[in-house]
Antibody
Framework: EMQLIESGGGLVQPGRSLRLSCAAS????????MHWVRQAPGKGLEWVSG????????GYADSVKGRFTISRDNAKNSLYLQMDSLRVEDTALYYC??????????????WGQGTKVTVSS | SSELTQDPAVSVALGQPARITCQGD??????ASWFQQKPGRAPVLVIF???NRPSGIPDRFSVSSSGNSVSLTITGAQAEDEADYFC???????????FGGGTKLTVL
């Protein structure tokens, strides 16, 4: 069974950092692009960041560019999101999602259950 | 604001066709994907590419496009289709991905 399990969320003060992780299983991780998508409480989906199969291409939403860094370790079947200089508006449920292709086309065919990030003083 | 626009809500009678639209200039060049999200659950991919359905998605879900608009059609909406639906695609620069604001589908 293809599965994604996120971890690392929690309550953090504005300006601090947090690192999210996503453990993949049930598929050949290094064949596919991966993404982070977030959803603020009661709101829609927002693409946060994506990374190609070999880390050669990364992309970020304007709202997080310069503050968040996506990375992956194909040997560990893991995806990461380093979040620095966190803001209250970064509060959301963060999903890890698998792309159906090796570069990011947007068809996220597998999703995790999400990890909650709350930024508050 | 999102570069992809969706109507906030659509209602349909049980068994009737439902149409949910996504508009944006980037859709003239790039395919859209569609996701279904039920309360408290992670999104599920229902359509991607020209008209591809992942395994397990009923064939009552289909997509069509015209100009800068893509439409998700559910032929014969069922009670279990009641959910939020989101489209996504590349943005106008082609370098990033973007989601539409979502459409809440109510099956009456």
């Amino acid at each position: 069974e293809m599965q994604l399990i996120e971890s690392g969320g929690g309550l953090v003060q504005p300006g601090r950092s947090l690192r999210l992780s996503c453990a993949a299983s049930g598929f050949t991780f290094d064949d596919y692009a991966m993404h982070w998508v977030r959803q603020a409480p009661g709101k829609g989906l927002e693409w946060v960041s994506g990374i190609s199969w070999n880390s050669g291409i990364t992309g970020y939403a304007d709202s997080v560019k310069g503050r968040f860094t996506i990375s992956r370790d194909n040997a560990k079947n893991s995806l990461y999101l380093q979040m620095d200089s966190l803001r209250v508006e970064d509060t959301a449920l963060y999903y890890c999602a698998k792309d159906e292709g090796s570069y990011y086309g947007g068809a996220f065919d597998i999703w995790g259950q999400g990890t909650k990030v709350t930024v508050s003083s | 604001s999102s570069e992809l626009t969706q109507d906030p809500a659509v209602s349909v009678a049980l068994g009737q066709p439902a149409r949910i639209t996504c508009q944006g200039d980037s859709l003239r060049k790039y395919y859209a994907s569609w996701f279904q999200q039920k309360p408290g659950r992670a999104p599920v991919l229902v359509i991607f590419g020209k008209n591809n359905r992942p395994s397990g998605i009923p064939d009552r879900f289909s997509v069509s496009s015209s100009g800068n608009s893509v439409s998700l059609t559910i032929t014969g909406a069922q009670a279990e289709d009641e959910a939020d639906y989101f489209c996504n695609s590349r943005d106008s620069s082609g370098k990033h991905l973007v989601f539409g604001g979502g459409t809440k589908l109510t099956v009456l």
